[in-house]
């Protein structure tokens, strides 16, 4: 195997360990009928996400490592469109995620009582229709990098 084969293998095993725990993020909390399993589903959600924070930096890393070894990528429309949203998405966590989390992890440190509060569900709410934004562009990088359109 040449180092683009590996780059190319690393790259795919990234997106699998990164991008589909992001995808399943959301979806964790939604059973939850007290603060505890509540709390519980967001502790999850943190563990997962320190695969998505890996998985998307090995996905840049060896995205554009391919790219420096085949520069003719840098002309193909969907590589720089791939490429262009996917720093879209990263700049998506702290501009976007963070300021809608925050309100949210507050709430949950601070409610006494095993009983959700209302507030949490339009806080959620917010987070949740971003996060899916976020997937949805995700999944656009993907339906780009396996059909290549143009």
Partial sequence: MTLYDWLVFIHIVSAIAGLGPGFAMTFLTRGARTMTELNHAFRLRHRLHRFVM????????TGVWMGALQPALFQQGWYITSLVLFLVALAFGPFVLVPRSKPVKALLNKH???????????LS?????????LNSLFLIIIVLMILKPF
Avoid: M, Q, W
């Fill in 125 to 133: 709410r917010t987070l949740f229709f971003c996060e899916h934004i």
């Fill in 112 to 122: 006494k009582g095993d009983d959700i509060p209302a507030s949490y569900y339009t």
């Fill in 54 to 61: 890996i998985g998307g930096v090995l996905l840049l890393i």
